[in-house]
């Protein structure tokens, strides 16, 4: 095995459940590098919040690159350079919020720093009583996030917008989300596919979060022109994912290896699996199948 390029998702991946990379991965990562192996970040994430973490792994000394909206944005690093770009219009988004609201499911357009949001009446009985169950702070919306029924997205988005509709003054997106308790998203999906499938890749992130994004666009669409800028190959790749818009980007590696904290499906299409995120998962891995052949 002669791997060139470590590709890592994100939430559920690469951080742990307080949302950190903890020493031991970061000592191994940091290893890996030392050797000559390039490192990419791949989330559905904006870039720009990434560029924190692609510090804390040294990138902006080895370089690397930083895959952004599952796939939409390609950023080279240390420079910040937007090697890809793609968005959604508005003429589809504003599709995706009727049938949010037909369905009664929270709709999100998710922008470079801002959300706009629809939330359905029918859950802010949920939202309140979570509220009150967690202690939330009141200056935090009411916006759910991948695992959560509401998460703090100030850091990444500072700017959040409850709406209704989505209106054209609004603009072009990065991507849109749909959010719902696990077992309200679980009878969705088949619904969403059959109306939008031909239209939109459909990543379902977690059991209670969705993503749509133009078709064709991913995190193995643009990993490809890594492979291409980096000069490597399939079999000189490996990636970490746990949720099932990793996918595309095991079907881009030789070596696709999924969290042991991964979705069923994503287990079903592994190389290998690793422990969870919480205990250190990647850094494992790399002693195991990377960091002791670097050294023979």
Same mark, same amino acid.
């Given at each position: ?5 470590? %590709? ?11 949302? %950190? ?8 990562? $940091? ?22 973490? &692609? ?13 952004? @909206?599952?796939? &939409?944005? #390609? ?15 508005? !003429?589809? @988004?504003?599709? #995706?919020?009727?049938?949010? /609201?037909?369905?009664? @499911? ?37 916006? =759910?996030?991948? $695992?959560?029924?509401?998460? +703090? ?22 991507? !849109?989300?749909? &959010? ?14 059959? /109306? ?5 890749? %459909? ?5 209670? $979060? ?7 666009? +991913? ?6 022109? %890594? ?18 818009? +990793? ?6 590696? =030789? ?10 499906? !994503?287990?079903?299409?592994?190389? =290998? @699996? ?11 891995? #790399? ?10």
């Amino acid at each position: 095995m002669n791997i060139k390029l470590i %590709v890592m998702d994100m939430d559920g991946t690469l951080l742990n459940e307080e949302g %950190v990379i903890t020493q031991e991965t970061l000592n191994a990562l $940091w290893a890996a590098q030392e050797t000559g192996i390039h490192l990419a970040i791949a989330s559905g994430r904006n870039p720009i919040g990434l560029m924190a973490f &692609a510090k804390l792994l040294r990138m902006d000394r080895f370089g690397g690159y930083l895959v952004g @909206i599952n796939g &939409a944005m #390609l950023v080279k690093v240390p420079e910040m350079r937007t090697l890809i770009r793609h968005q959604m219009p508005p !003429v589809d @988004i504003q599709d #995706l919020f009727h049938y949010g /609201r037909e369905m009664n @499911i929270e709709t999100m357009a998710v922008h470079d720093e801002t959300i706009y949001s629809y939330i359905p009446s029918s859950l802010n009985e949920l939202k309140l009583a979570y509220r009150k169950e967690k202690n939330i702070d009141p200056a935090i919306m009411d916006a =759910a996030g991948v $695992w959560t029924l509401i998460q +703090d997205h100030r850091k990444n988005y500072p700017h959040f917008h409850l709406v209704e509709n989505y209106l054209d003054v609004y603009g072009s997106a990065n991507k !849109v989300c749909f &959010a719902h308790e696990p077992e309200v998203m679980d009878k969705f999906y088949p619904l969403l596919l059959k /109306r939008f499938g031909d239209r939109f890749n %459909v990543m379902r992130t977690s059991p209670r $979060w969705y993503e749509l994004s133009p078709k064709g666009i +991913d995190k193995g669409s643009a990993l490809e022109e %890594v492979k291409k800028l980096l000069g490597i190959t399939s079999e000189e790749m490996m990636c970490f994912g746990d949720g099932e818009n +990793d996918l595309p980007m095991f079907s881009a590696c =030789a070596y696709p290896i999924a969290m042991d904290n991964a979705m069923p499906l !994503v287990k079903e299409k592994a190389w =290998a @699996i690793t422990a969870k995120n919480t205990e250190d998962g990647i850094a494992q891995a #790399l002693r195991k199948y990377v960091l002791t052949s670097s050294k023979t």
